[in-house]
């Protein structure tokens, strides 16, 4: 049976649902602890952005199969403002809200595959891939 959960991100407690979904999949699927944490992580991140940025928006966690390969992926989609200038969002250390800055940088590195399309006015999804 296929992994597939789709979570509204509406309230804080949303985020932690988005976890344990990621969590959970990657449990069923055999990865590692540290993978696992890895891809918490990421998706902690993607819904905090959604929830903190960019309501109402979705984490969907989802089992893939490529090429022979395995993998979780994770698509975080929103009606937000959009963002303007995605290389700088990217960038270590930018932020618009006084944060960190590590959020978009960091899924970008956690994972093994990441990819972000966004269109102000209309929202953002980002793609992240962990393979197994």
Known sequence: MTIKSNIPIISEWDIVAARQAGREAAKKMNFGTVDQARITTAI?????????????????????????????KITAADQGPGIENIKLALEDGYTTSGGLGAGVPGVKRLMDEFSIDSEVGRGTVVVAVKWL
Do not use: Q
């Open 44 to 72: 902690s991140e993607l819904a905090r952005n959604i929830f903190l940025y960019a309501m109402p928006g979705n984490i969907i966690v989802e089992e893939i199969h490529e090429n022979n390969k395995y993998g979780l």
